[in-house]
């Protein structure tokens, strides 16, 4: 069965400063796909950033990165220019080629200090 | 984006009672859509699995006589609480995936909180 693991329960960040996220994944397929997902205080669930485990190049949307080590099934986040409202529920997903169902690590609390 | 509706965004009902959650997918059509519980602080936990004209898929523990999953059209799945009790307090959230194997994102619903008093 796949894993994701979130190790740290929660992280803080300096405004404008630039923060990661760690999550580490297993599995033994080849083909899946990795997402992050934030869920500020209005608990509703948005796709941060995605990456298709065939692509070599790491994704990236804006202030928002990622590290894609495919060997060491590492998959962090990095926020850049941290903003208030980057303040949330940060979870890491998987999802396997063949099989439709998300795989959500525990999460991890986000606060950014104005 | 698609979007996905959630209704009702918050009830409260009586131990003993049952109530229903819609999830409607507004502008497209979804084959599939998904049912995750929440509680406060931790992460989505898949419940079932609910395919268009057939039986939802529950995962491992989740009883199936206790949470009911219709999905009676392609924009549309419910889920029934039976018998509600006070465990059952949680946080609900629907999500679908848009039609097709290419499709990877899936798009959320609001969530409903259910309070069982």
């Known amino acids: 069965a796949q894993t994701v693991t979130q190790s740290q329960p929660e992280m803080s960040v300096q405004e404008a400063e630039t923060v990661t996220l760690s999550c580490t994944y297993d599995?033994?397929?080849?083909?899946?796909?990795l997402f992050w997902y934030k869920q500020p205080p209005s608990r509703q669930m948005i796709l941060v950033i995605r990456?298709?485990?065939?692509?070599?190049q790491n994704a990236t949307e804006n202030r928002f990165s990622v590290n894609f080590q495919k060997a060491a099934k590492s998959f962090s986040l990095k926020i850049s220019d941290s903003q208030l409202g980057d303040a949330a529920m940060y979870f890491c997903?998987?999802?396997?080629?063949?099989?439709?169902?998300?795989?959500f690590g525990k999460g991890i609390t986000l606060s950014v200090r104005p | 984006g698609a979007v996905v509706s959630q209704h009702p965004s918050r009830v409260i009902c009586k131990s003993g009672t049952s109530v229903k959650i819609e999830c409607r997918s507004l502008?497209?059509?979804?084959?599939?859509m998904f049912w995750y519980r929440q509680f406060p602080k931790q992460s989505l936990m898949l419940m079932a699995t609910?395919?268009?004209?057939?039986?939802?898929?529950?995962e491992q523990g989740v009883e199936k006589d206790k949470f009911l999953i219709n999905h009676a059209s392609l924009t549309l799945s419910t889920l029934t609480v039976t018998s509600a009790h006070p465990e059952d307090s949680s946080f609900y959230i629907c999500?679908?995936?848009?039609?097709?194997?290419?499709?990877?994102?899936?798009?959320f619903g609001q969530g409903t909180r259910l309070t069982v008093v």
């Open positions: 990456q298709e485990a065939y692509k070599q």
């Open positions: 599995t033994s397929e080849s083909d899946y796909y």
């Open positions: 502008d497209f059509q979804a084959t599939t």
């Open positions: 997903a998987y999802r396997g080629g063949a099989n439709s169902k998300l795989t």
């Open positions: 999500s679908a995936r848009l039609p097709g194997a290419a499709s990877l994102e899936a798009f």
């Open positions: 609910s395919n268009e004209g057939s039986k939802a898929t529950y």
